[in-house]
């Protein structure tokens, strides 16, 4: 058997992946985290999935265990804003569609147009985000919808896998403070933290890594190797020299400066949703935190330079912004071709990476580590074993790719050449046969990318309508149909929406109470 997991880096995808590691396995395997003082991690993704709770989950861990301590907000979707047009705005919300008649509620909403804004018309949590409203009560009740808390057992530990139900909301966090939490926790549990300098890779006669080489610890020996180095890939594509594939035909943001902003929350408000407005070259994300406010333009240096991309993200985050230091990060867009190579696996951005724009940085960490634990090798190290991984996790960043390029391709905007160029830029294939036939039939779960990717068809709906870009035709049946029931349910939605905004608590309200 397998006794000695080394990971390499730590950050988040490091300490993620330690903690899991330790809870999925505890004593069977020693577990040994490798992390440099000098170098910083990358640390912009503090916004997440929704199935991030299944990871919270498995290790045990209640919201007022981790939330305090990570400054962390509620997230119920993302707010896309001047996508369309200036001004313009649609939430791509936690919340699967209602059924009528076989119909899903958006292709009535086509058909009959109850109003001039699909997402307040056809989910509750558009009015709850405007409102900035809490997803729980202030006694802890999760709020009225599909999803009933407690239906799944206490003691059942759960993963992506076994994600039945749509959970109504993510979190925001500081990434840095939840990878010092989780370092915390892991070491609790047993495992060692060596801070040191990788000064070299070992490897025997097969190529195999045998260890790590540190500055003042010496050889780190290991049966398994986790690479967490980040854009640099120490041990996957510096040493095992493992090939990098690049999305950057598809996707060209390779850049991004970002500010952290301290702000008094109670006297602005905490919008329950991550926010992407859309620039000149890229996006805008604004993350907002318990006492202060993530945000960083996302760009393509193509079109715009380091400087002017600074100048915009202060200019649009405004006076908060003028003593804030700004950090510049080069990304690399795309994925190592296999993750899992030899004895190692390459978990977080040594991986993979496509732009935060839906926010799945963490995902891709968190569906890593849960793969790894499924395929985990015994002595014989199995190729179906790594085989499998590998096709799992490629196949996951290969449809967040896809459905990314979704967002530029459907967007509306089209009033310079960065806009212009992404109605025209390669697509993967596949794409475009799925495209033209969601504009005659819109998107179902049999029609998205085929693979798992973390997204459902609602999702693929809700960016399709509110970007605007493509031409959509109701579905002929409809016009055909007695639609009394989708009225209702329309009806039943506004007067759903109108009832929870009066009962729930502001963000805050609640957030101070835990706090």
Not at 350 to 366: D, M
Not at 453 to 466: K, R
Request: glycine content about 8%; hydrophobic content about 40%.
């Amino acid at each position: 058997m397998l006794k000695k997991v080394v990971i390499v880096g730590g950050g988040t995808a490091g300490w993620m992946t330690a903690a899991y590691l330790r809870a999925a396995f505890g004593s069977s395997i020693a577990v040994t985290v490798v992390e440099s003082k000098r170098i910083a991690p990358i640390g912009v993704g503090e916004a997440t999935f929704s199935t991030v709770r299944h990871f919270f989950g498995f290790l045990g861990l209640r919201e007022q265990d981790w939330m305090p301590r990570c400054n962390a907000t509620y997230k119920l979707g993302i707010r896309f804003e001047n996508w369309r047009e200036p001004g313009h705005y649609f939430y791509h919300p936690f919340e699967r569609l209602r059924i009528v008649d076989g119909f899903p509620l958006t292709d009535w909403w086509v058909q009959k147009r109850p109003g001039d804004r699909f997402d307040r018309d056809a989910f509750l949590m558009a009015a709850i985000c405007d409102a900035e409203r809490s997803p729980r009560y202030m006694d802890g009740r999760l709020f009225e919808q599909d999803y009933v808390e407690g239906a799944e057992p206490e003691s059942t530990r759960t993963t992506l896998s076994e994600q039945a139900t749509q959970f109504p909301y993510a979190y925001h966090f500081d990434a840095a403070l939840l990878a010092g939490f989780l370092a915390e926790h892991a070491k609790e549990r047993g495992a060692v933290q060596i801070l040191d300098d990788v000064l070299d890779v070992g490897r025997d006669q097969r190529g195999w890594i045998t260890h790590v080489q540190t500055r003042e610890h010496g050889q780190v020996e290991g049966d398994l190797f986790v690479d967490c180095t980040g854009f640099r890939g120490l041990l996957i594509n510096q040493a095992l020299e493992e090939p990098f594939i690049s999305f950057q035909e598809n996707l060209p943001n390779d850049s991004a400066v970002a500010l952290r902003v301290p702000v008094d929350m109670d006297k602005r408000g905490l919008r329950p949703c991550t926010t992407a407005t859309a620039q000149e070259a890229g996006w805008i994300w604004t993350i907002p935190l318990f006492g202060r406010i993530g945000t960083g333009y996302v760009y393509a240096s193509d079109y715009c330079s380091p400087e002017e991309a600074e100048r915009t993200l202060r200019e649009f985050v405004g006076p908060e912004a003028e003593d804030m230091e700004a950090n510049h990060i080069k990304m690399r867009i795309g994925r190592t071709r296999r993750p899992w190579v030899n004895n190692c696996v390459a978990i977080g951005l040594s991986g993979g990476f496509v732009e935060p724009l839906e926010s799945t940085g963490i995902f891709f960490i968190q569906h890593g580590i849960e793969q790894l634990v499924k395929h985990f090798p015994a002595a014989d190290w199995d190729p179906v074993l790594r085989d499998s991984y590998n096709r799992s996790v490629t196949e996951a960043i290969d449809g967040v790719r896809e459905f990314l390029v979704l967002h530029y391709r459907g967007a509306a905007r089209n009033d310079n050449q960065y806009w212009r160029d992404a109605k025209t830029r390669a697509v993967p294939d596949g794409f475009t046969e799925r495209l033209e036939q969601w504009q005659s039939k819109l998107p179902t779960d049999s029609s998205i990318y085929p693979h798992y990717h973390g997204f459902e068809s609602y999702s693929y709906l809700a960016v399709l309508l509110g970007l605007g870009g493509v031409d959509v035709k109701p579905a002929p049946a409809l016009a055909l149909m007695d639609g009394t029931a989708a009225d209702k349910e329309f009806q039943l939605i506004r007067d759903q929406s109108k009832y929870l905004l009066s009962k729930l608590p502001s963000q805050y309200e609640y957030l101070a109470q835990m706090h």
